[in-house]
C-alpha cells in the first residue's frame, strides 16, 4: 500500500525555483518515526504531513533531521495542493499547528499565509560584527538577536559573497537560525529588502526560501522602512519572492507554487 506525495516548488512562478517542499495529505496521523524517515529519505528542506480534522487541517514540518514549529515554504505548498488536488474549494482555510492557528487565503494563483510575527531584537552583546569574516566571508555593519540571529549588510551584493563556515556558524547564539538581511527601500521596483537564511542547527545549511524567515524579518525591516507593504527577495542559488504586509502581531506572507511531483511512497507498515 502507499500513500501520494506531491513536490511542490514554493514562493515561485516556475519550475526549479524557489524551495521545494514535500505534501502528504494522509487520513490519519502514523507515527513520528516514520514521518522523521519519510523527510529524512525525501532530503528536502521540510516534508509537511497534513491531516483534515473537521473543517480545518492539522500540519506538522519535519527537516530531515528534526520536526519544526513552523515553516513557510512547505505551507503554502500544503495549501497548492489541497486547493489543486484534494478539492478544497474554500478560498480561506486555517492550519492548527505548533504555532498556533495558520491561515490561509487563495487569490487566483497567489496564496497567502497569515503567521506571527518575533519582533523582539536587541543589538548582540556577544558577537562582534568583526570577527565573522572567518564565517561569513564579510563582517556585517550590525548584528542581532532574537527568534532569528540578524547580520544586517549594506547592499545586497554583500549577501551575493558570503560563503559561510556552517561548522563555525553553528556555534554563535541563536534561537533559531541565521539571517543575512540588506535592506533596499528604495521606490524603483526593486525588492524592499534582500536576504539569504542559513539554518545549519536544523539540517538546512542554506534554505532556498524561507517564508517563516519573514516572523523575523517583517517587523524588523517595518520598523526602519515605516513601510506595511514590501516586496521581498531571497538570494539563495534558487531564488524566491514575497509579498509582504505587516498586520501588527502577525504577518501576510504571499506567493506562488508551482507542482514538480506526484508519486507514491509505502505506507507506515503496521
Known sequence: MFETIYIVDAFTHSLFSGNPAAVLVLDRWPGDVWMQNIAKENNLSETAFVVREENQYRIRWFT???EVDLCGHATLASAYVLKNHYKETREKFDFVSKSGILSVSVDENLIYLNFPTYPLFQRSQSINPNQLVSVLGKAPVEV????DTIFLYTSSSDLVLLNPDFPKLSEL???RGYIALSINGLENGEPDYEFRF???GLGIPEDPATGSAHCSLSPFV???LGKNRMKSRQRSNRGAEFLIECLG????IGGSAVLYLRG????EKA
Do not use: I
Open 64 to 66: 530531515p533531521t528534526v
Open 144 to 147: 542581532w538577536e532574537g527568534n
Open 173 to 175: 547564539p541563536t534561537n
Open 198 to 200: 542559513f539554518g545549519p
Open 222 to 224: 517595518r520598523e526602519r
Open 249 to 252: 502581531e502577525r504577518v501576510s
Open 264 to 267: 507514491e511512497v509505502a505506507k
